[in-house]
């Protein structure tokens, strides 16, 4: 067997992190098998199969399939940065969250909320004692 040939039969392997994340994705938002995926994204099951095995790049067309379809968030599949999808449902209320991504989101918000109380406790404890100095003064005066 010639080089040329060994190297033909060689399949390129694509980023497996991107691989696994598309997986993760298909499970969560589109289709728990990779045959009712690809009848839901109009392809073929071996597509999916070889884009989870990292056996093939997801290409630009169908990304923006995705992100039309379903709201990937590109920079999250490329990179693992922020959430999965660009919409994010919100949560009901007593709704348990069970995404780490989630959970991290939701104590980023509610950490500024509580800054932004802190604030403005502070403020009006401040209003209020130079309020209460006034009227002291006033009565003293009187």
Known sequence: MTKESSAIKERPTYDKDIAK???QFRLKYIADSQAQAARELKCNQAKISL???AGQS???KFVALLIKKYQLNAEWLSTGIGNMRLKQEPQKAGELITNIADLKSEIE???KAIMIMQV???HFIKVIQK???ENNKSSDLS
Do not use: H, P, W
């Open 51 to 53: 884009i989870e095995s």
């Open 120 to 122: 403005n406790q502070n």
């Open 131 to 133: 309020f209460m100095d």
């Open 109 to 111: 918000i509610l950490k």
């Open 58 to 60: 997801v290409d630009y």
């Open 21 to 23: 994340r598309f997986a």
